[in-house]
Structure formats: structure tokens, C-alpha cells
């Protein structure tokens, strides 16, 4: 705190300057405009490249209905985002399997995210410094208060792929049980591993359709030409689940040392439901924990003004009389 009140300290005086507020405010108009600018070129260029605007139009076709209800973002963000897009091998295919575990599979997902990263960005603080003048705010406050518009713009893409990740984890997890019952009714039925992950994938279109869609793009892919094990280990790389990492080991060990594939789903489905029980005691026991501190700073202060308050109002009235 000591480290922030001594940066802000210069900040404060170079703003108490009304010559230097007024050369401040007029570099970050200008910061602004040029930002503004850069961004209406980087659309107008990738609006008016014929070749980019084909690409566009056949990868939009070819995703299927999903690019076809994002092809309008995509025509007018992804030109932007395209040029942000890290150059760096390893940081562009983080983001492309971040996007993939969030259910985001389009070819165009990478430049839209960074394009609506570009628009959060530049946008809301643009706006705020073409109202400040209006507001009659300290002009203290009204570049701190840009600053914070433009970091929160910058950062609210990264929160939302973290937050969309973790909930299509869940949806998986939760979905998994049932999965692993119908498989192991399949392989006992006879079907091999690629039939019956089809056949579980079509039952679950309804309960589970993200765990659903997981296992349909599994079957595409080995009707495609893949194998088992690399379709397996694609699975596993593009949802990110724990139970499902464990599902893929269990799966390929048993491939490779030729066991029951039925009793490989049962035991792993026994071990699975004991991990869920496990985890539902644990759950359990900390509620304990977690109503300690609700008991005590929003039930107990409450019921001693019930039972003590009356008690109290009358003695303090007996004495005043006395």
C-alpha cells in the first residue's frame, strides 16, 4: 500500500498542474483517436481483401451451424484479432485448446477471441474519454477510472474462456457416470469400443449433449481413418477432464494388454463412483466449517438482541425511574 501511495504521489501533484492536466488529457485524446484509427484500419483491410473474405465465407460453410450464427462477428472482428494473434507457436496453440475445451471449435475462434479482446479494449475507454468532458468528474479520477476500463476489457475475454472451460468440465464430469453405464451395456452386448461410444454418444444427445458432442466427434474421427489410441488421446487433450484422462489411461491400458474391455468399464465405473462418494463425504464434512462463521456474525447476533434486548430495556427503564 505504502509502494501505491508513493507512485500515486507524483501522479497527484502532475494532476494538481492545470497545464500538465490539460497536456494529459489531450495525449490521451490523441492516445485514443490513434487507437481508434489503427482499428478501423486493421477492418477496413480485412473487409476489402478478397482472398481473406473467400477464406472466410468457405470456412464459414464448412463449420456448420455454429460458425453460421457467429459468421457476422466473425466477419467484422476477425480481421482485427487476426493481427493480434501471438506469433509464437506455443502461446497460439494454448489459446486454440483453451478454446476447444470451452466448446469453441471454429476455424476462426482464435481471431474472434482476440478481436473481441481488441473491441473490449479500445471501445469502452474511448467512450469514457469522449463523455468525460460532460460529467464534470476530477480528472484524477477519470484516468484512472479509463485505466481501469481498459485493463477490465483487456482481462474480461481471459475470465470468461476460464469461467466457460470450468463449466463445460463440469457438465462433462457430471455426464461421465451415466456414459460409463451404457458403455459397459454396450461392450457386454458385443459391441466394440468405436460402436458403442457412437450408440452412448446418440442416447446422450439429451442429457448430456456436451458430453454427447465430445464422444460424436470421436466416432467422426475414427470413421475418418484414425486410429483408436490417437482418437482416444485427442479425447482426452480436448476436454481437460480429470475422468476423462483416467477413462483414456484405463481404455488404452486394456488395449494394450487385451482385457476385457467390459470389465475394464466396470471396474473403472466402481472406482468412479467411490471417487463421487468420496468427494460428497469430504463436501459434507466441511459444511460444519463453512456455518461456523455465518452462525456466529449473522445468527447469533440476531437472536441475542430477541432473547436479551427486553431484559435489558427493562432494567435501563427501571433505573432511569429510580
Known amino acids: 500500500m505504502d509502494t501505491v501511495l508513493v507512485w500515486m504521489q507524483p501522479l497527484n501533484e502532475w494532476l ?18 490513434f487507437a481508434l484509427l489503427i482499428a478501423m484500419t486493421m477492418v477496413v483491410m480485412g473487409l476489402s481483401d478478397p482472398l481473406r473474405r473467400r477464406l472466410r465465407s468457405l470456412e464459414a460453410s464448412g463449420a456448420g451451424g455454429a460458425a453460421n450464427s457467429e459468421s457476422g462477428l466473425r466477419e467484422w472482428l476477425g480481421p482485427m484479432g487476426e493481427r493480434l494473434v501471438p506469433t509464437e507457436e506455443e502461446a497460439r496453440s494454448r ?20 478481436g473481441v479482446r481488441l473491441l473490449l479494449t479500445v471501445v469502452p475507454p474511448l467512450v469514457m474519454l469522449i463523455v468525460l468532458p460532460f460529467l464534470r468528474m476530477p480528472l484524477n479520477i477519470g484516468a484512472l477510472l479509463i485505466a481501469c476500463l481498459a485493463v477490465a476489457g483487456y482481462l474480461l475475454p481471459r475470465f470468461w474462456l476460464d469461467r466457460a472451460i470450468k463449466q463445460r468440465s463440469k457438465l462433462i464430469s457430471r455426464g461421465l457416470p451415466d456414459a460409463l453405464d451404457l458403455l459397459v451395456v454396450c461392450s457386454e452386448a458385443g ?27 470421436y ?18 487433450e480436448r476436454t481437460g ?39 460428497a463425504e469430504e463436501r459434507a464434512a466441511k459444511v460444519s466449517t463453512k456455518m461456523l462463521f455465518p452462525l456466529i456474525f449473522c445468527i447469533l447476533p440476531s437472536f441475542f438482541v430477541v432473547t436479551l434486548g427486553p431484559p435489558l430495556l427493562g432494567a435501563m427503564a427501571a433505573l432511569a425511574g429510580r
Open 95 to 114: 489459446i486454440a485448446r483453451d478454446l476447444r475445451r470451452a466448446g469453441k471449435r471454429s476455424p476462426g475462434a482464435v481471431n474472434l477471441f482476440f
Open 241 to 279: 477432464v480429470d475422468d476423462i484422462r483416467g477413462l483414456v489411461t484405463t481404455l488404452l491400458q486394456s488395449m494394450r494388454f487385451g482385457t476385457s474391455l467390459a470389465m475394464t468399464l466396470r471396474l473403472f465405473a466402481v472406482e468412479l463412483r467411490d471417487k463421487r462418494t468420496q468427494q
Open 16 to 33: 494538481n498542474d492545470p497545464a500538465a492536466a490539460q497536456m494529459g488529457f489531450a495525449a490521451l485524446l490523441g492516445l485514443a483517436i
Open 191 to 217: 459391441l466394440g469400443l468405436g460402436a458403442a461410444i457412437q450408440r452412448v454418444a446418440r442416447d446422450l444427445e439429451i442429457s448430456h449433449p456436451e458430453l454427447a458432442d465430445e464422444l460424436h466427434i
Open 219 to 236: 466416432g467422426l474421427q475414427t470413421r475418418a481413418g484414425m486410429d483408436n489410441k490417437t482418437a482416444l488421446r485427442d479425447l482426452e
